[in-house]
């Protein structure tokens, strides 16, 4: 039985935050002058992340309340329900066991009589196997070439995390194979895809759990014709039934449980790589979900990546409140959010090879927490959830700082920066990873201290002008550091905004494993396909907008 939430409003940490907040007025530059160790108080590590929390609008005072507050609401044994495999997804009456994906193969974790981590371990085997054949060239396409392009074919979480992912490493990713994504029911995201692709050399790789995703199915099914339409017209296969079968076979495999309907597509269901009910989409990058990743830069590095989601859990799952970095990060959005009116958060990756990471932010935070439900089925009784956004620095500061530095909204940023650079290039004599961590560094220093008036007129500046020029500071940001992008560090910086956002989650109490608010327009998609076929009954039931539009579509459509 899974325990009812706690109104966090009813609590005396609640109570003590809202009086806090109320004619809350930070001072970064003084509580620095004030403590001199406020940074190295306010610094900690998790596994090889280095987070300096020290520059939010944070006191003693704040940071004790919202301590009490996640005690208050039971954080902890919610925490430990998650791990231990209890049904704390209740709108769908499931664990909750990504964790479990990144467990050692000694550790064992029960579910109903079935010990989960060992069914993992079974899967990652199979994966692996499945990866170095591809990798050595020991699998070959159906005219004996070996495998040159890998193409996943998914959406949501099966394609979310395996491209942010195969971006972030791609340092890493053995010479010889590429791999490339198709998620949009758009034809031009296949179409385009698949240009400059030889048949031949490609593998597919269709990730649906039940296999009965729309987009990916219909995607699958455009690869596949362009599949055997090449092969045929090229001469390397015939137009039989058993030619058409054995270049399917060696050019389709899945990651699915739905095996009657991988082997009714034409994949042998061998070849059918499987996941589980407990792990929702947006978790899966470490599942077989990442078989894609795994082809790419081997079972050795995936083992890395692994290892580094694990040792963030073990932060989590171990570390004091006070010192538990996802635990504090997520206090922190709360604060934010429901105390200082905060509608936006910022993930601002001083790495080109994050630039899918704050998209792949955006499913794992917003669809975890956009709800306005409880997990008893009670309405939300505070704000839930935050508009997750982000770009690669230094492009966001030609584009949107200007807002978070100058105008009136609140935006809380999470800046992320490596020590080393994949690529370690020079402008002449000028190390120019330097520059970008120079604006790392700068950014979140003017956002915290800003430039007052006096300063600005220091500078000769007009006093016509000078307003303008005025930067107001005590813009709050968290700088999080790693030595550099590693497989591991990326799997902890997953981990960690996972335990980011199930701290949000029981804090609001609201269910952060469903997503039944995708369901609407996908099952009201299926139902108006027959009047953008033309379907004048169809057509009529319409509301007049949705119909009038139709229409438009209809009139216009020339090919």
Known sequence: MVAAP???????????????????????????????????????????????????????????????LAGEVGLEARRDAMFRGDHINVT???????????????????????????????????????????????????TGQRISTVVNIGIGGSDLGPVMAYEALAPYVQDGIECRFISNIDPTDAASTLTGLDPATTLFIVSSKTFGTLETLTNARLCRAWLLDSLRSSGAIGRGEDDTAAAVAKHFVAVSTALDKVAEFGIDPDNAFGFWDWVGGRYSVDSAIGTSLVVAIGPERFDEF???????????????????????????????????????????????????????????????????????GSPVTTDTGEVFWGEPGTNGQHAFYQLIHQGTRLVPADFIAFADPAYPLADGDKDVHELLLANFFAQTKALAFGKTADEVRAEGTPEAIVPARVFPGNRPTTSIMAPALTPSVLGQLIALYEHITFTQGVVWGIDSFDQWGVELGKQLALQLAPAIDGEESALADQDGSTRALIRYYLEHRTR
């Open 92 to 142: 769908e009456d499931r664990a909750v066991l990504h964790t479990a994906l990144r467990q050692p193969p000694d550790v064992e974790v029960e579910v109903e009589g079935q010990d989960v981590v060992d069914d993992v371990h079974d899967v990652l085997r199979k994966v692996y196997a499945f990866a170095d054949d591809v990798r050595s060239g020991r699998w070959t396409g159906v």
């Open 306 to 376: 692994l290892a580094g989601f694990h040792a963030v859990d073990e932060h989590f799952l171990r570390t004091p409140l006070d010192r538990n970095v996802p635990v504090l990060m997520g206090l922190l959005n709360v604060w934010y959010t429901n105390f200082l009116d905060a509608q936006t958060h910022a993930v601002l990756p001083y790495s080109q090879l994050l630039h899918r990471f704050p998209a792949y932010l955006q499913q794992l935070t917003m669809e975890s927490n956009g709800k306005s439900v409880r997990w008893d």
């Open 6 to 68: 706690v109104d966090p409003r009813s609590t005396a940490a609640w109570a003590t935050l809202t009086r806090l907040a109320d004619g809350f007025t930070p001072d970064l530059r003084r509580w620095f002058a004030e403590e001199p160790e406020r940074a190295a108080r306010l610094t900690l590590d998790v596994g090889d992340l280095h987070v300096d929390l020290s520059k939010n609008l944070l006191d003693d005072a704040v940071l004790a309340a919202l301590v009490e």
